[in-house]
């Protein structure tokens, strides 16, 4: 039986050597919290031990990030310093891997004016929006990776103590990145040989669209580009370097073609968006549009994140999961998008990933958009899968090819 140190090293090595692909002679850079800032300096320990040239650590503090929202404007949250931008650039040319490190307060703005939220999310994806394709297109090497918390484990452990709620909730992140295994890598590498199968498999199918219905009330038609490419849970770099941008990662995930979405599509987790909790929402779809929607909870939120520009009210990603996973038999809601979206099948809001046709990163926006590849501020995650979930796929010559049954792929 591993320690919590044992693992909680492996874990570190892990997302330095597989998930970064750390080579001798990289520059690395890590966007981390004052709270997770101890496992921040393991994963720097494994980077250099690696043969890592450079690593760049970025702190923020979530309470300070608090404080902003509460006493600054509007406008002053409109604005997004001229360095900022510069950083990302520099770090984008000089083909800096991006290392981000997730464990926030899932509810960390709750109760801020949603107006300040959506200018402050609007300002800084129009500023950073040109150098979103170092990670979108895979010209670099980046991977986001979690880290227990107070704020965090508390929300997913409200009965247990702060202290025992962080040790619970490293025990379930362990669990779901398959850090109990004896050799967690190798355990890696052959779940990442099981994920590309299915890829082949969807790319080798090559539909034209896929059709989702469930009895919660889902009944969804979603086109799919001509050239679409399924992609499992690694991917390389401009240098033809591997990485894992995910970990952990139970998706194979490609684009929708965005003008042909039509149907309802109900979420089945929450989401946790701009610092609030948005539940029990669902979409009406029209011509790839979204034309209604509800939520129960965070419904104003919704609201502002669909308005946050052109292409933020059509999908971007299409990704499916097995409803027997890691993540969802662990019985735990993580309030976390990383966790929750590879418990289950999922779509993204917003921009799609270059990636996902055929020679679609050297590809303009101009020739992205006729394929029907969506482009936005935007990107966020949301989850549809459910234990009856059915996807067929259909062709085009109109054969239907059964995908997912009771929750899992058919094939």
């Known amino acids: 039986m591993k320690t919590f140190e044992e693992k909680l090293n492996d874990y570190a090595k892990l997302i330095s050597e597989v998930g970064i692909g750390c080579q001798k002679g990289n520059k690395i850079m890590i966007r981390t919290s004052t709270e997770t800032i101890e496992f921040a300096r393991l994963i720097v320990k494994n980077l250099y031990e690696l043969g890592a040239e450079k690593v760049v650590v970025d702190i923020s503090d979530e309470s300070i990030i608090r404080m902003n929202f509460e006493n600054e404007s509007k406008e002053s949250l409109s604005e997004v310093p001229d360095y900022i931008v510069q950083k990302a650039k520099y770090a984008g040319e000089e083909g800096y891997g991006r290392i981000s490190i997730t464990g926030g307060n899932p509810e960390l703005l709750k109760g801020i004016d949603s107006e300040k939220i959506e200018a402050s999310n609007r300002a800084f994806g129009l500023a950073l929006k040109d150098t979103m394709k170092y990670t979108m297109n ?187 996973s890691p993540i969802n038999n662990s019985k735990v809601l993580f309030y976390n998008t990383l966790f929750d979206e590879n418990a289950s099948c999922h779509f993204a809001f917003g921009k799609a990933y270059p990636t996902c046709v055929e020679n679609g990163e050297n590809m303009s926006n101009e020739e992205l958009k006729e394929l029907g590849v969506n482009d936005s501020l935007i990107h966020v995650d949301f989850m549809v899968g459910a234990r009856d979930l059915e996807i067929v796929g259909v062709k085009e010559d109109g054969e239907e090819v059964k995908v997912f049954e009771n929750g899992n792929f058919a094939i």
């Open 138 to 324: 895979d010209i670099v090497s980046w991977c986001v990776a979690g880290a227990s918390t107070k704020a965090w484990a508390k929300k997913v452990f409200p009965d247990l103590d702060e202290e025992e709620a962080v040790r619970k909730l490293w025990e379930k992140i362990f669990f779901v990145t398959r850090m109990d295994e004896d050799d967690p890598v190798q355990k890696w590498r052959d779940h990442l040989d099981t994920m590309a199968k299915h890829a082949d498999w969807l790319n080798e199918m090559q539909f034209d669209r896929l059709i989702y219905k469930s009895s919660n009330g889902t009944n969804l038609t979603v086109g799919l580009p001509k050239g679409h490419k399924f992609i499992a849970g690694d991917s390389k770099n401009a240098k033809g370097q591997t990485f894992i941008a995910n970990i952990p990662t139970e998706e194979v995930f490609s684009c929708p073609d965005c003008r042909r979405i039509d149907g309802k599509l109900v979420a089945t987790k929450p989401l946790s968006y701009g610092g609030n909790i948005i539940d029990n929402f669902s979409f009406e779809f029209k011509d790839g549009k979204v034309v209604s929607f509800k939520a129960e909870v965070g419904e104003e939120v919704l609201k502002d994140m669909l308005n946050q520009g052109e292409g933020a009210n059509t999908l971007g990603e299409i990704a499916l999961v097995p409803y027997d």
